[in-house]
Each structure stands twice: as C-alpha cells, then as structure tokens.
C-alpha cells in the first residue's frame, strides 16, 4: 500500500508529538574477582551493556586495578562508575572514557544540576565521608568534615536541593550506626542526621516515594529493617524488622513495594509501603545480588553470581518470574537504565524504519527505506524474543497489526540488521 511522503511527513510529526522514554540499555557493573589470599584481582571489573530490543549483552569497557565496582549510574549522554578508589565517565554511545578522578573510599553518588554528591568509606577511616565535585570536571567543590560527619556513608539520594545519605559507620564492623544523613546542596551545609532507632543501624539503600525516604538497614547482618523519614519534616516515621537475613542483598522500590533479597529463604520477599508490612514471598525468584526496575518495558532486572567465575543478568516480571537471561561478567552487582527518547532511533545507516504512530495501540505503520527485496521484518519484546514475522513490503509501506502484542517497548528489525524502536499501549 502505497503512502506519499507528505502523509508520512505528518504522521513522523504527530510521532514526535508523542515521543515515550524507552530503556536503550541496561548498564551492568560486573566486580571480577578479587582474591584477597593472594591479593590479585583475578578477574578484572568489567562494565557491559544489555540492549533489551535485542536481547544481546556485551562488556563495553575493562577497569584495571580496581578491586571492585561500587556504583554506576547514567546522567544525560554520559556513564559515571565507582570503582574502588576511581571515578569514571565514559560516552554512553562509544563507551569511551572522557575523564577520571581519584576518590579514595568512593561508594555511591547522585546529582543535582552540574553536582556530583559522593559518599565515602574505607576500613580503617577517612578524613571525610561526603563529598561534592563539579559534575563535569570532577573537580572538588567542597566536603563535610569528619567532625560533623564521622561515619562512612552508603547509599544517596538527591530530592529537590537536598541530598540524604546513609550513615552507617560499616567499615566498623563492630560499631555500625544508623541514621539518614541531610546535606543542603544550596548552601553545602549539613542539615542533620536523624536516628533511625535501635533496629535502624546499618543503613545501606536509600529509595524516595513521594514525600517518603526509605532507607533498608541491615543491622548487624542476622537481620533487616526498613525506615520510612518524612523529607518535609525531617522525621521519622518508623523502623520496621523485615527480614531474618537480607545482609547486603538487593533492593528496590517499585511501585508501591520495596524488593528485597531474603538471604535466610534466597528468594526475592516484597514490602508493601501502603499498609508498612512484608506483602509476600516470590517463591522460584532467583538470588539476586543486583536489582533496578525498568518501568519502560515493565520488567525488572536481577543479577546471580558464585561470586568468583559467572555472573548472569535476568529479565524478570513482578512476580519474580524469569523471563530470559544471558551470561554477562563476573559478580554483576550494580545495574543501571539509559533511558532515551523514542524519537530518531534508527540504528543502521543504509537502509532505514519509520513507525507510525508511536505510540502505537492497534496498526503500526511500517516504512522501510533502502531495504533489499525479500528482506523480512521481525518484532521482538524487551526480553529479545521474537513476537512477530512479516515479510519486508516491496512499496517500503505496510501496517501491521499489533493490538494483541502486551503493552511494553519492542524492536522492528530488518534481516539486514536495521532497526527502530516503537512503545506498545
């Protein structure tokens, strides 16, 4: 069915009108191996990259003589990773690295505008356990002394103009603590440090709902709690025992639960923020040791590892579900989304695919562009399985129908390898 490139030029205009967010990748930090008898790293820190189009993973850069990946985080075009005493930035499209700094003690970061907040900790101490730099330089803008702030710190989250820490002093074994850190971005001030309460110590995760800070505390590592603190008065709301052994398991607020690993049942247990108690147990769901949502495509993401040879990434659903896995690195702990725009996601030069509309409920108008005769189209789901086979149309227009397929991201590929991306709703 032939279509006249005025009537595909309003359509790619009504397209842009209604661009989605989709997941491009999930960043997967992967720690290596480590071997602290010999004190070699026998296995390197490695950073790969999942497309969920496609279902295809690969390592994108090698870190040398790091001991292990702490964080990694995607903020605008750029990859930042913490790994053991570095701060990295690499190109989220080439995976070059464009910069790095040295940040003894580095654990985990978050920004706000051109800030990076970076908490700290190391066994034996440090001279501080907070710091801000210059998100694009790294350069030191200013810490909080250990005075004010003399334990390490974990897990930060930034809402609006503050940002709220973890203080655990957990490179202490013996003498953990737990309260919710407040530092003032505006003024770079330390606001306060609230006191989780005596099943509070330990605090490792930080996750914002709302009004609400959750924060899952793993106390002394035979137990878990989770603290709820109100971020516009600054107080806490309660702390409450969760679990009989999470340790320092994954967790993730989604929706309106709190995911975490259940070590004494290594199984996956869900915390329902509405009514403050365990909802349930995902009896099958694999032992996480690394956990994000994808909202995008309505799935989640769990890493499995031995800790020392494999490492694989899971698609899961909410329920705990696998759905498909691909090996990926060694000790693959933390995961991050690279969350771009639906609008211009033609991949290959050459020949080319324009969908309309997007997002699409019912028809999905296929134009492809350069293509060989006798090339065939195929649609695949975040989990890269193949949904749908159709024969590329010889006019370079056809509609499709895909109301049936469930809502969520999927990739129209030509055999040539060509490739776009449309949002199903």
């Given at each position: 069915?032939?279509?006249?490139?005025?009537?595909?030029?309003?359509?790619?205009?009504?397209?842009?009108?209604?661009?989605?967010?989709?997941?491009?990748?999930?960043?997967?930090?992967?720690?290596?191996?480590?071997?602290?008898?010999?004190?070699?790293?026998?296995?390197?820190?490695?950073?790969?990259?999942?497309?969920?189009?496609?279902?295809?993973?690969?390592?994108?850069?090698?870190?040398?003589?790091?001991?292990?990946?702490?964080?990694?985080?995607?903020?605008?075009?750029?990859?930042?990773?913490?790994?053991?005493?570095?701060l990295l930035k690499y190109d989220a499209n080439t995976y070059t690295l464009l910069d790095e700094a040295t940040v003894p003690g580095i654990r985990r970061f978050a920004f706000r505008e051109n800030e990076i907040v970076i908490t700290l900790g190391e066994v034996g101490g440090l001279s501080h356990y907070?710091?801000?730099?210059?998100?694009?330089?790294?350069?030191?803008?200013?810490?909080?002394?250990?005075?004010?702030?003399?334990?390490?710190?974990?897990?930060?989250?930034?809402?609006?103009?503050?940002?709220?820490?973890?203080?655990?002093?957990?490179?202490?074994?013996?003498?953990?603590?737990?309260?919710?850190?407040?530092?003032?971005?505006?003024?770079?001030?330390?606001?306060?440090?609230?006191?989780?309460?005596?099943?509070g110590s330990n605090p490792e995760n930080i996750m914002v709902d709302g009004d609400a800070i959750y924060a899952l505390n793993n106390k002394d590592f035979t137990g878990s709690s989770i603290s709820k603190v109100s971020i516009?008065?600054?107080?806490?709301?309660?702390?409450?025992?969760?679990?009989?052994?999470?340790?320092?398991?994954?967790?993730?607020?989604?929706?309106?639960?709190?995911?975490?690993?259940?070590?004494?049942?290594?199984?996956?247990?869900?915390?329902?923020?509405?009514?403050?108690?365990?909802?349930?147990?995902?009896?099958?769901?694999?032992?996480?040791?690394?956990?994000?949502?994808?909202?995008?495509?309505?799935?989640?993401?769990?890493?499995?590892?031995?800790?020392?040879?494999?490492?694989?990434?899971?698609?899961?659903?909410?329920?705990?579900?696998?759905?498909?896995?691909?090996?990926?690195?060694?000790?693959?702990?933390?995961?991050?989304?690279?969350?771009?725009?639906?609008?211009?996601?033609?991949?290959?030069?050459?020949?080319?695919?324009?969908?309309?509309?997007?997002?699409?409920?019912?028809?999905?108008?296929?134009?492809?562009?350069?293509?060989?005769?006798?090339?065939?189209?195929?649609?695949?789901?975040?989990?890269?399985?193949?949904?749908?086979?159709?024969?590329?149309?010889?006019?370079?227009?056809?509609?499709?129908?895909?109301?049936?397929?469930?809502?969520?991201?999927?990739?129209?590929?030509?055999?040539?390898?060509?490739?776009?991306?449309?949002?199903?709703?």
């Amino acid at each position: 069915m032939y279509r006249s490139f005025l009537l595909a030029s309003a359509l790619a205009t009504a397209f842009m009108s209604n661009a989605q967010s989709y997941t491009r990748q999930v960043l997967v930090l992967n720690e290596g191996y480590f071997n602290f008898q010999t004190q070699l790293q026998e296995i390197p820190v490695t950073l790969g990259s999942y497309v969920p189009g496609t279902g295809v993973y690969q390592t994108v850069a090698t870190i040398s003589d790091a001991r292990f990946g702490n964080h990694v985080a995607v903020e605008g075009d750029f990859i930042f990773v913490a790994a053991d005493q570095r701060l990295l930035k690499y190109d989220a499209n080439t995976y070059t690295l464009l910069d790095e700094a040295t940040v003894p003690g580095i654990r985990r970061f978050a920004f706000r505008e051109n800030e990076i907040v970076i908490t700290l900790g190391e066994v034996g101490g440090l001279s501080h356990y907070c710091e801000v730099r210059d998100k694009n330089t790294f350069d030191l803008l200013y810490f909080i002394d250990g005075t004010t702030l003399p334990h390490s710190c974990e897990g930060v989250q930034v809402v609006g103009d503050k940002a709220y820490l973890a203080v655990n002093n957990a490179f202490d074994w013996a003498n953990t603590v737990g309260k919710l850190g407040i530092l003032d971005m505006t003024t770079g001030m330390w606001e306060t440090s609230l006191d989780l309460g005596p099943d509070g110590s330990n605090p490792e995760n930080i996750m914002v709902d709302g009004d609400a800070i959750y924060a899952l505390n793993n106390k002394d590592f035979t137990g878990s709690s989770i603290s709820k603190v109100s971020i516009t008065s600054a107080s806490l709301a309660y702390t409450t025992n969760v679990a009989l052994s999470s340790g320092c398991g994954s967790s993730a607020k989604i929706g309106d639960r709190v995911y975490f690993m259940e070590y004494s049942q290594n199984v996956l247990n869900r915390y329902d923020i509405a009514t403050n108690a365990v909802l349930d147990t995902l009896v099958g769901s694999p032992a996480t040791y690394g956990l994000i949502d994808d909202p995008n495509n309505g799935v989640m993401y769990g890493t499995t590892t031995d800790f020392f040879s494999s490492g694989e990434l899971h698609v899961m659903d909410y329920t705990g579900n696998i759905l498909s896995t691909v090996a990926v690195g060694v000790s693959p702990g933390r995961l991050a989304l690279d969350t771009r725009s639906s609008v211009g996601i033609d991949e290959k030069v050459g020949a080319s695919i324009g969908l309309f509309p997007n997002p699409a409920t019912g028809t999905l108008t296929i134009r492809t562009e350069g293509h060989e005769v006798g090339e065939s189209l195929s649609i695949s789901d975040a989990a890269g399985r193949t949904v749908m086979q159709v024969p590329a149309s010889a006019f370079g227009v056809q509609d499709v129908f895909v109301g049936s397929l469930a809502d969520g991201a999927y990739t129209v590929r030509l055999s040539n390898g060509s490739a776009a991306l449309f949002i199903k709703q």
